[in-house]
């Protein structure tokens, strides 16, 4: 199970990192706890994969153990009803997932159309775009507990996961767990409507972001409006859009600093959508940085606005 050596910028959709000291794909539990009870043993660190979509790997590589995610069953459990049940693995990936309830007209996907990564990273991160989101479909998620020498087995029903704005339990106090799988629940629709909506939603991200580069989609939280004092609402009162709720988009901020277009090394500030810092020219994870904390700088020094990463930092 255990690999050695194995370059991180083939399992990021960045394109960019060193190499893991360790690197282990599991399917199953019993694998997943296997591999745990190994790096115990070894006394690295470890860290869990999933898709690789917000990831930003390290040049100088993972001292430590990857464990990749790769189970991805499923089974429509209720399909006869109105709400359309499915219990589907962590590492199953998004795109799959949308798939099917496209195939079988099962609204409440239709905005996660056209996304990257896996169910299990999409719901430690509560995935949204398009005012949904996944804690809008999420009835219950199982995971392991992995802090201790015995592992130990959760479950937590939608509000126990609190979600919040791109985070859940699993991002702030679960840090320590694995999500192996949920039971997602759906609900009928019509076939035809659900795939132009889902059609739709390929489209705008076709044109409006710099998909023909690697990236590992937005760099930063958009801005809840209520964290602006209201008598500043006015400046943004063309651009505040719902994401699910009032948000400031970062991209605007970024672009009225005079950064779209900005490089450093082979990363760009992407003049399509420049809350993406794309991967040009073989960028390195130095490139990258340089290109956040000029962000986050120049953002301040016009806006008084902090950013907030959503990215991960391996």
């Excluded at 745990?36 to 153990?65: E, Q, S, Y």
Aim: aromatic share 8%; hydrophobic share 40%; glycine share 8%.
């Amino acid at each position: 199970m255990f690999q050695q050596g194995v370059l991180l910028k083939n399992h990021s959709h960045y394109k960019i990192g060193g190499l893991s000291k360790y690197f282990i794909e599991v399917k199953t539990v019993d694998e997943i706890i296997k591999a745990i009870k190994k790096t115990r043993l070894l006394k690295m660190p470890v860290f869990i994969l999933g898709g690789g979509t917000n990831i930003l790997f390290n040049d100088n590589g993972f001292d430590g153990a990857i464990i990749k995610i790769k189970n991805s069953n499923f089974e429509i459990q209720d399909e006869i009803s109105e709400k359309k049940i499915i219990k589907a693995e962590a590492g199953l990936l998004l795109a799959d997932l949308v798939n099917l309830a496209l195939e079988k007209g099962f609204s409440g996907l239709e905005w996660a159309a056209g996304l990257p990564g896996t169910l299990g990273g999409a719901i430690r991160g509560n995935a949204g775009s398009f005012e949904g989101e996944m804690k809008d479909i999420i009835t219950q998620v199982s995971s392991i507990d992995i802090s201790k020498l015995e592992e130990k087995f959760i479950k937590r029903n939608n509000q126990d996961c609190k979600f919040n704005y791109r985070s859940s339990i699993f991002k702030t106090e679960a840090k320590n767990e694995i999500i192996i799988e949920a039971i997602l629940t759906l609900t009928k629709g019509d076939k035809n409507s659900i795939r132009e909506i889902a059609q739709k939603n390929i489209n705008y991200r076709k044109t409006n972001q710099p998909l023909d580069y690697p990236s590992i989609g937005s760099i930063f939280k958009n801005i809840d409006l209520k964290n602006i004092p209201l008598k500043r609402h006015k400046e943004f009162v063309l651009v505040i859009k719902k994401d699910p709720f009032p948000v400031i988009p970062v991209a605007y901020l970024i672009s009225e600093s005079g950064l779209k277009g900005i490089s450093c090394g082979g990363a760009m500030i992407s003049p399509k959508h420049p809350n993406f810092i794309i991967n040009t020219l073989n960028a390195s994870s130095n490139d990258v940085e340089n290109l956040i904390q000029l962000i986050k700088k120049q953002v301040k020094n016009k806006f008084n606005i902090e950013l907030t990463e959503e990215i991960i930092r391996v």
